[in-house]
């Protein structure tokens, strides 16, 4: 079967850029040839989010092997993983720079995998620095693209959604205003809905999330969520938990927890409260207000109707470049989908934990009137995300476009 597959691209010397498909390698032969769906996902969130789509491909029963890089959570869903998140999750320019070997060895091994004729179709899930090289290997070896959970080219510009348009078949996109930005810069989207609203389906209720904590029914919860990659962490955890302790001052009998990824362990003299790990929307659900990072910790809360405020620091070049770069007034997810800021932001060097205290001391009041406007934001965000079922969507996309064959090469010079 190889020597046809050499034998096919030596006759098609312009496989790789060809308007029109080759003729002369039969299409049942293509089809023999791949046999794997490949995921690549970089950090916690991709892995949750690709396990959800693995599961359901594995219900649906897909006759593929699942393989790619991810986490815990894909390797229980059925995905044989050929890299962890953990030695990969990094944020920010001067942080990738350190990470620059490690991802140009993974590039080089998928691409070669890539072009061995095994992969059906390849499934990206967020992570653009690094899933954009490989879906450009993919596009040249002509095998089909599905990015889900796309880069977040809203606030990065047009340059980005350029480079999509050229490199990608499909894209399946989470947020509602998305669809329409794609398909406006040619690129094939479908708005599959929010996969957190999937999650929220098995959400305990506030008494029972409370009980599960040790939480009593009177007593006020604050959330704090410092991040998942260790320079998040680095640079949060301080202020928040000064925050945090700003707030106890003021009222002693509050209660703090700290929500933690799987893999994150913080010295006790550090942060004198406990982690709760991998049960974030059960942290929301309790909490009276929670303290978040940017990005889809904002929606959880948001879904979970769990009032916050985002506060959020890196280096200081990282934000002197993004400031040149973003092309967004908010930072907190959970605002750029509301078009306004819901949820107060503190970045940078706004971040001082005794303004911060200010605000969440409101938003821990019962009877506060900002409080209650939040909730009600928050119900707007909510179900502007969607129905549930983004996974379900998503595997069924994958398995039309692995069956295929598609022309990938046609599809890029269109």
Not at 77 to 101: I, N, S
Request: hydrophobic fraction near 45%.
């Amino acid at each position: 079967m190889r020597r046809v597959a050499r034998r096919w691209r030596s006759r098609c010397k312009s496989w790789r850029t060809s308007n029109e498909r080759c003729r002369h390698f039969p299409a049942a032969s293509r089809r023999a040839l791949v046999r794997e769906i490949l995921f690549v996902a970089g950090e916690a969130s991709g892995d949750l989010h690709a396990a959800g789509v693995a599961r359901a491909l594995v219900a649906q029963g897909a006759p593929y092997r699942l393989i790619g890089i991810g986490g815990d959570q894909m390797r229980e869903a059925g995905v044989e993983l050929l890299e962890h998140t953990e030695r990969l999750a990094v944020m920010g320019f001067v942080e990738v720079l350190k990470h620059v070997p490690l991802h140009y060895r993974l590039a080089r091994e998928l691409e070669r995998r890539i072009r061995s004729g095994r992969v059906a179709l390849v499934v990206l899930i967020d992570y653009p620095g690094f899933n954009m090289k490989i879906a450009a290997a993919a596009r040249a070896a002509a095998v089909p693209v599905l990015y889900y959970i796309t880069p977040q080219v809203w606030a990065w510009g047009a340059k980005r959604l350029r480079e999509l348009a050229r490199t990608i078949t499909k894209a399946a996109v989470i947020l509602p205003f998305e669809e329409a930005l794609l398909r406006k810069h040619g690129i094939d989207a479908t708005f599959v809905g929010h996969p957190l609203l999937d999650r929220a389906r098995t959400l305990p209720d506030r008494a029972e999330a409370r009980r599960s904590l040790g939480v009593g029914e009177g007593e006020r919860l604050l959330a704090l969520f410092p991040g998942s990659r260790a320079q998040e962490i680095a640079r949060h955890l301080d202020p928040f938990v000064e925050t945090a302790r700003e707030l106890q001052r003021r009222d002693p009998a509050l209660t703090v927890v700290v929500s933690a990824a799987p893999h994150v362990a913080i010295a006790p003299e550090r942060c004198p409260y406990p982690l709760v790990h991998s049960a974030s929307f059960t942290v929301l659900r309790a909490a009276d207000a929670a303290m978040c990072k940017s990005g889809t910790t904002t929606l959880e809360a948001a879904v979970a109707g769990c009032p916050m405020v985002v506060a959020y620091r890196t280096s200081a070049i990282t934000y002197a470049a993004a400031k040149r770069l973003v092309r967004i007034p908010h930072i907190g997810l959970v605002n750029v989908v509301a078009g306004r800021e819901v949820a107060p932001e503190f970045v940078q060097d706004a971040l001082v934990p005794a303004r911060v205290a200010d605000v969440l001391a409101e938003l821990l009041d019962p009877a506060s009137a900002r409080r209650g406007e939040m909730i009600s934001e928050l119900n707007r965000v909510r179900e502007s995300l969607g129905a549930p079922g983004a996974a379900e969507r998503v595997a069924g996309i994958a398995l039309d476009l692995a069956r295929g064959p598609v022309d990938v090469a046609a599809q890029s010079a269109s």
